[in-house]
């Protein structure tokens, strides 16, 4: 090896930078242990401590505030994954690429991979080996062709690698929404009513990556969500059921890292949608699983075409994995429920579960058709009484009982419940009947307003398809905790605001405080 570039000790820096997925390290163009003009020419180099490596995309700096000279700075996921202290010394090497970016490069000239080449290439993904870079190569890759047999042995290796959990009941129920829907929180209803009847459910969910709220973010409004796995084991145990963050019991953890990379380029495909749901499901120790696919305009998928062809794809896939796996088409042509963004999402599930009698009817109506498909999975309930004990389990307070129960069970949340004290209302600037309303607008605006990272942000809905409006009567009603991202919300509003009245766009944003 040239002996500029040997092993050279540098001490641990921790830097204060949030790099998302991504190991990155920093080191100082004046480093006296590193000729930096050299390492420049890698993108990666690899870190050793006893017996621990750790990959990461190299930097240059010279600012000493980052990294001096005889330092090498790690950002806050490289000095939690590298675990060492600071100060330790550490040596510092070109990394040489994963083997199985071999395999990469092949399935981007059009070959198809093998299950060794995608198993490995899917335990360096999970194991962070792989730069951002390389990750897209791979899902373009993917994207452009795979076979069945590639995407049961993808779906095999994400479910493999990290947490693969094993219950003692027989039937162990779960469901999956596809997603794009905004207030689309039904798992919170269905969970409670299906853990009061005594099946077992336990729901682990997504945060949001590009939505302005997922059903953990919404729960951790309730409840503590970071719940670790023998701890989910004694919730579900005692309940029956749990809403926790799947991230926090690790499964399929290569899926996290694939998605954070394919969302950005918009390159969920039917194949690489079902490999990351049904690898989650399987890794979960689901026996029954029931899949929602909302279908509308605006929705992830728009024709009852595209529909099958995934409802075929899950099936197949449950089949080849010996899970029993429903799929139904639900209405995705507009939000479901009153509000978008985890508190307004919270505030409607308990009035769902609490039988309030402004509760928001859809949510309530689908969440009681998803929990009969699960019931109907007890052997010993008659054929066709699913929905009739859903709905008995709602009314008599039993549903929401349980949730109190699974609430206590994960712990309290720190989460305030305050909505944002800036809103502003958009306005219908003409009588008309609400024809269309685009989701993916509103859940764009959402985010624009301050969802999920502020809690309280997001927007309450006053009118829905089908419902008559006056001239300046509210459409629905933004909430913002500060003024840059009331502006941004209120001019965003004002280009689309993502309501169709009798066939034409019809509003304006007017700030309120």
Not at 244 to 263: K, M, Y
Not at 286 to 291: D, E, G, M, N, Q
Not at 299 to 312: C, F, Q, W, Y
Not at 325 to 342: A, F, M, Y
Request: charged share 25%.
């Amino acid at each position: 090896m040239n002996p500029d570039l040997s092993p050279s000790p540098l001490k641990i820096r921790r830097v204060h930078l949030d790099t998302g997925r991504e190991n990155v390290v920093v080191i100082s163009r004046r480093s006296k242990a590193l000729r930096a003009d050299i390492f420049r020419g890698f993108s990666r180099v690899e870190l050793r401590l006893d017996d621990k490596a750790l990959l990461a995309t190299l930097l240059i700096t010279d600012d000493d505030a980052l990294a001096a000279q005889d330092e090498i700075g790690l950002s806050e996921p490289a000095f939690h994954r590298f675990g060492k202290p600071v100060g330790a010394l550490v040596t510092v090497a070109p990394a040489s690429p994963p083997e199985s970016l071999e395999a990469v490069r092949a399935k981007i000239r059009g070959r198809t991979l093998d299950k060794a080449e995608i198993s490995a290439i899917i335990n360096d993904l999970a194991h962070f080996r792989y730069s951002d870079m390389e990750i897209a190569a791979f899902l373009i890759g993917s994207a452009s062709f795979i076979t069945s047999d590639e995407l049961l042995a993808l779906t095999g290796a994400m479910a493999q690698v990290g947490t693969q959990l094993v219950w003692p009941d027989p039937i162990v129920v779960d469901k999956h929404c596809i997603g794009g829907i905004p207030g689309n929180r039904t798992s919170m209803v269905v969970v409670p009513i299906v853990a009061a009847h005594g099946l077992p459910i336990p729901k682990t969910s997504s945060r949001a990556i590009t939505s302005p709220a997922g059903t953990a973010d919404t729960m951790e409004v309730l409840a503590r969500v970071n719940v670790g796995v023998e701890e989910m084991k004694s919730i579900v145990s005692s309940c029956n059921g749990c809403l926790i963050w799947g991230g926090h019991v690790n499964l399929s953890p290569a899926d996290d890292v694939l998605i954070s990379v394919e969302r950005p380029l918009s390159l969920d495909t039917r194949e690489q949608m079902v490999a990351s749901i049904m690898s989650k499901k399987i890794a979960a120790g689901s026996t029954h699983l029931l899949i929602d696919i909302p279908v509308g305009p605006t929705a992830k998928v728009t024709t009852a075409i595209d529909a099958m062809r995934l409802r075929k794809l899950f099936e197949f896939v449950g089949d080849r994995f010996g899970r029993s796996v429903e799929v139904i088409t639900t209405d995705g042509r507009q939000p479901i429920g009153n509000g978008i963004g985890p508190v307004l999402e919270a505030n409607d599930v308990m009035a769902v579960l609490g039988n309030e009698a402004d509760a928001p009817r859809d949510l309530r109506e689908k969440s009681l058709r998803l929990a009969a498909h699960l019931l109907e999975y007890d052997p010993k309930l008659r054929g066709g009484a699913g929905y009739a004990r859903a709905r008995e389990l709602l009314e008599s307070g039993a549903a929401l009982k349980q949730m109190q129960k699974i609430i206590d069970a994960q712990g309290p949340s720190k989460c305030s419940t305050d909505l944002g004290p800036i809103s502003f209302d958009v306005k219908a600037a003409h009588d008309g009947v609400v024809s269309a309303i685009d989701c993916l607008r509103l859940n764009r605006l959402a985010r624009t307003a301050g969802a999920p990272l502020d809690k309280g942000a997001g927007i309450r809905l006053f009118k829905k398809i089908g419902d008559r409006v006056e001239q300046g009567e509210p459409l629905y009603r933004v909430y913002t905790f500060d003024g840059p991202e009331h502006d941004l919300a209120a001019s965003a509003a004002r280009q689309e605001s993502g309501y169709i009245l009798n066939g034409h766009e019809a509003l304006q944003g007017r700030a309120q405080s």
